[in-house]
């Protein structure tokens, strides 16, 4: 299970949409989810509004908060992305055997007998979970927050059973053609880190689009290794859901 | 996603399970938890909780551990879960619901509050003997916190929204940021017994405290967060006195299980000194002095006057 977190707090301005380029990660099978933080109200509307088209077109969640939250928000929106991306698999597989059917159809004690697979597969599923963080001039006083949110995410998902692994990139990267920055290659723990983002150069331009495309080609890099755990999943609900 | 917000349940609607047929009529709003609302409804004279949630999934996941927590015989006297159904609105739309056992009580400050804080021992015992029935089947609580303690009278506890329940050895479903040990640096999201214990130690904090520990979590830097710095609030809090050890062990997952901490506790308690003393003395009992004073002096006198008639 692969998912996108793009953590912003503007607009983008530079290169391709970042609705196409997350529309582009679904098709990959990457959710993008997105939070916007806003401690004085300075996305504005305009911003807002291609936050929730973002997460929309990515097959993901968003939520506006504002920086004490964000710990909080992080760690709970992976979850239920996990859970979401586990329920679609379940729907369309009860779709392909029963035909018409979700599961709020479902009677009650079928129901719970499903639900207890889903949260088993949500315990025990392989997890990558990339975080982009915009690292523009109005987001350096919260970068502390994004690297403390980082932290705790990493503490939730190490309690899962499943492998969990954590990737962080900051954008834009200091030289004009570089879109985006891997602060962090693929990770199961963050034990005797000092900090994820050393010293950064922040500039002007915030090319979100450019940058969600990166990180989709970072995650299609190892593509073949992972087309193989797709299979064995689905291998999994078709047998025990049902 | 759909939404909670704008549905359409007020008192005296009727609401008609829709696989099972059950007719519950809607009293009050009782609360709102992670997963749903809480309604108080009524049904053949009798009353219930009812909690309709907003995600079928999410609530269907939490009637499940209930559903576990009761094949193990876990709900006290009768059972907890009552009736799991869905409903379809004016509207529509289809919701999820279960309803529950309706216990009528108070949160822990109200009814330390209105019945004298020399309960807290006796409410800390009972949270602490409900936790370690769950710890023995095999689950944590998860969420434990204030909002999810119902007191009843004479100090009965019942632990309310079942949403954070966690098998041990599995992550811990849903928690709360200031009574959670990975917050505080002191722990994983492993749910294991120390978990809970952990947050019980953070919740007698919490009762004693509140505004110092809401400080300590503003004013602290993430990595400072600590056991210490748990156990400062602790030592300046009086009523706590004479649990700080026994908090201190909490605070480490020094307990095996919630069993074993609620034996200590008891230990603890039943000792005299444990009584919190109440900062004043009840009016009843000043009257009761004056008036048992008073009438010591006028027998005295009188008796003094008789002495003194005898001698002359």
Same mark, same amino acid.
């Given at each position: 299970?692969?998912?996108?977190?793009?953590?912003?707090?503007?607009?983008?301005?530079?290169?391709?949409?970042?609705?196409?380029?997350?529309? #582009?990660?679904?098709?990959?099978?990457?959710?993008?989810?997105?939070?916007?933080?806003? +401690?004085?109200?300075?996305?504005?509307?305009?911003?807002?509004?291609?936050?929730?088209?973002?997460?929309?077109?990515?097959?993901?969640?968003?939520?506006?908060?504002?920086?004490?939250?964000?710990?909080?928000?992080?760690?709970?929106?992976?979850?239920?992305?996990?859970?979401?991306?586990?329920?679609?698999?379940?729907?369309?597989?009860?779709?392909?055997?029963?035909?018409?059917?979700?599961?709020?159809?479902?009677?009650?004690?079928?129901?719970?007998?499903?639900?207890?697979?889903?949260?088993?597969?949500?315990?025990?599923?392989?997890?990558?979970?990339?975080?982009?963080?915009?690292?523009?001039?109005?987001?350096?006083?919260?970068?502390? %927050?994004?690297?403390?949110?980082?932290?705790?995410?990493?503490?939730?998902?190490?309690?899962?059973?499943?492998?969990?692994?954590?990737?962080?990139?900051?954008?834009?990267?200091?030289?004009?053609?570089?879109?985006?920055?891997?602060?962090?290659?693929?990770?199961?723990?963050?034990?005797?880190?000092?900090?994820?983002?050393?010293?950064?150069?922040?500039?002007?331009?915030?090319?979100?689009?450019?940058?969600?495309?990166?990180?989709?080609?970072? =995650?299609?890099?190892?593509?073949?290794?992972?087309?193989?755990?797709?299979?064995?999943?689905?291998?999994?609900?078709?047998?025990?859901?049902? | 996603?759909?939404?909670?917000?704008?549905?359409?349940?007020?008192?005296? %609607?009727?609401?008609?399970?829709?696989?099972?047929?059950?007719?519950?009529?809607?009293?009050?709003?009782?609360?709102?938890?992670?997963?749903?609302?809480?309604?108080?409804?009524?049904?053949?004279?009798?009353?219930?909780?009812?909690?309709?949630?907003?995600?079928?999934?999410?609530?269907?996941?939490?009637?499940?551990?209930?559903?576990?927590?009761?094949?193990?015989?876990?709900?006290?006297?009768?059972?907890?879960?009552?009736?799991?159904? +869905?409903?379809?609105?004016?509207?529509?739309?289809?919701?999820?619901?279960?309803?529950?056992?309706?216990?009528?009580?108070?949160?822990?400050?109200?009814?330390?509050?209105?019945?004298?804080?020399?309960?807290?021992?006796?409410?800390?015992?009972?949270?602490?003997?409900?936790?370690?029935?769950?710890?023995?089947?095999?689950?944590?609580?998860?969420?434990?916190?204030?909002?999810?303690?119902?007191?009843?009278?004479?100090? #009965?506890?019942?632990?309310? +929204?079942?949403?954070?329940?966690?098998?041990?050895?599995?992550?811990?479903?849903?928690?709360?940021?200031?009574?959670?040990?990975?917050?505080?640096?002191?722990?994983?999201?492993?749910? +294991?017994?120390?978990?809970?214990?952990?947050?019980?130690?953070?919740?007698?904090?919490?009762?004693?405290?509140?505004?110092?520990?809401?400080?300590?979590?503003?004013?602290?830097?993430?990595?400072?967060?600590?056991?210490?710095?748990?156990?400062?609030?602790?030592?300046?809090?009086?009523?706590?006195?004479?649990?700080?050890?026994?908090?201190?062990?909490? =605070?480490?997952?020094?307990?095996?299980?919630?069993?074993?901490?609620?034996?200590?506790?008891?230990?603890?308690?039943?000792?005299?000194?444990?009584?919190?003393?109440?900062?004043?003395?009840?009016?009843?009992?000043?009257?009761?002095?004056?008036? %048992?004073?008073?009438?010591?002096?006028?027998?005295?006198?009188?008796?003094?006057?008789?002495?003194?008639?005898?001698?002359?």
């Amino acid at each position: 299970m692969k998912q996108i977190l793009l953590i912003t707090d503007g607009c983008s301005n530079v290169g391709m949409s970042p609705v196409v380029a997350a529309a #582009h990660a679904k098709s990959e099978g990457i959710s993008v989810n997105v939070i916007g933080v806003v +401690d004085q109200g300075e996305l504005g509307e305009y911003g807002s509004a291609e936050i929730h088209e973002i997460a929309r077109a990515g097959g993901g969640l968003s939520r506006l908060v504002q920086t004490k939250e964000l710990a909080q928000t992080v760690q709970m929106m992976t979850r239920k992305t996990v859970v979401q991306t586990i329920q679609i698999a379940v729907q369309k597989e009860l779709q392909h055997v029963l035909g018409n059917h979700s599961i709020e159809a479902l009677s009650p004690e079928k129901r719970s007998e499903v639900v207890r697979v889903m949260d088993e597969l949500t315990e025990t599923s392989e997890l990558q979970v990339a975080l982009l963080i915009d690292a523009s001039a109005s987001m350096r006083p919260k970068l502390a %927050s994004v690297e403390e949110a980082i932290y705790d995410l990493m503490l939730s998902l190490q309690a899962r059973e499943g492998k969990s692994e954590i990737a962080v990139f900051h954008f834009p990267g200091a030289k004009h053609q570089e879109d985006c920055v891997n602060d962090l290659n693929w990770t199961t723990h963050l034990k005797g880190m000092q900090s994820i983002f050393p010293k950064l150069h922040m500039s002007g331009t915030t090319p979100t689009g450019p940058a969600i495309m990166s990180v989709v080609e970072f =995650f299609t890099k190892q593509k073949a290794k992972s087309a193989h755990d797709l299979t064995e999943m689905d291998g999994i609900i078709g047998d025990n859901a049902i | 996603m759909t939404t909670l917000s704008k549905l359409p349940l007020k008192k005296g %609607s009727v609401l008609v399970g829709k696989w099972k047929g059950q007719q519950y009529r809607i009293e009050s709003l009782l609360g709102e938890g992670a997963n749903g609302k809480v309604f108080l409804v009524s049904k053949d004279w009798n009353w219930y909780a009812l909690k309709i949630g907003a995600d079928a999934i999410d609530l269907q996941s939490e009637i499940n551990a209930l559903k576990a927590l009761a094949e193990r015989n876990l709900s006290q006297n009768d059972n907890y879960l009552k009736d799991v159904d +869905d409903c379809i609105m004016p509207d529509g739309k289809e919701y999820s619901f279960y309803t529950m056992r309706y216990v009528k009580g108070q949160d822990i400050p109200t009814y330390l509050e209105q019945n004298g804080q020399e309960w807290f021992p006796l409410l800390a015992l009972n949270i602490l003997r409900r936790l370690g029935q769950l710890h023995q089947a095999g689950w944590i609580f998860g969420d434990l916190k204030v909002e999810n303690i119902i007191i009843a009278e004479y100090g #009965h506890v019942e632990l309310i +929204d079942y949403g954070g329940a966690t098998k041990i050895g599995k992550s811990v479903k849903q928690f709360t940021e200031i009574y959670d040990r990975g917050y505080w640096n002191s722990g994983t999201r492993c749910a +294991d017994s120390a978990y809970d214990l952990f947050s019980f130690a953070t919740l007698c904090v919490q009762l004693f405290a509140p505004r110092k520990l809401a400080q300590a979590t503003s004013d602290l830097i993430p990595q400072n967060r600590s056991i210490e710095e748990l156990m400062s609030i602790v030592k300046s809090i009086p009523q706590l006195a004479h649990y700080e050890g026994w908090l201190l062990k909490a =605070f480490h997952g020094q307990f095996r299980h919630g069993e074993e901490a609620a034996e200590a506790w008891r230990m603890l308690a039943h000792r005299r000194k444990a009584i919190v003393k109440s900062n004043k003395t009840p009016r009843w009992l000043k009257v009761l002095i004056t008036v %048992s004073l008073l009438s010591l002096c006028t027998v005295a006198s009188i008796a003094l006057l008789e002495l003194g008639g005898l001698l002359k």
